[in-house]
């Protein structure tokens, strides 16, 4: 059996919404592009059908994947977050070199550095979780030692 993931609500969703976009609307495209493409005539040598072929492949092979994800996802209910100590669901505001930061602790699928969605199986994520505000920890980077001082816990919004 495979592991269960963690997920907040938002990144479920996001899952689902991805996996009902790509069963109910991109399979039919795909389906239709196939189609198309096999009327052009011969397909040993019909570049469409051999493209629209491959897409169909990328597509059912993220669908599975998807469905794998969905079946096996643990979703934290953000209601019984406590906003006292960083945990997944946690939005975290930190000080860091005396530049104020906000981090979203999510699962390791939700991460998004971009975003400041960071994993709590990161190191950063790793040192937050379960501290409390007024907290300072302390990460190992490859530029050195890095000091987090938590301002303020809070739920992701």
């Known amino acids: 059996m495979a592991t269960k993931q963690k997920y907040t609500i938002e990144g479920f969703q996001k899952l689902k919404d991805e996996y009902e976009y790509l069963t109910k609307t991109r399979r039919e495209e795909v389906k239709n592009a196939i189609a198309e493409a096999r009327s052009f005539g011969d397909l040993s040598e019909n570049s469409e059908y051999d493209e629209a072929r491959n897409e169909q492949a990328k597509v059912e092979a993220r669908i599975k994947e998807l469905d794998e994800l969905i079946q096996h996802a643990e979703v934290i209910d953000e209601s019984q977050i406590d906003t006292k100590v960083v945990g ?70």
């Not at 981090?103 to 939700?110: D, L, P, R, T």
Request: charged share 25%; net charge positive.
């Open 88 to 157: 997944l669901g946690s939005l975290v505001k930190v000080s860091k070199n005396g530049e104020t930061v906000e981090y979203s602790i999510v699962g390791s699928n939700e991460a998004n550095p971009f975003e400041n969605k960071i994993s709590d199986l990161s190191p950063v994520g790793r040192a937050l979780l379960g501290k409390k505000k007024g907290d300072t920890v302390e990460i190992t980077a490859k530029s050195g030692v890095v000091a987090f001082k938590i301002l303020e816990v809070s739920r992701v919004k």
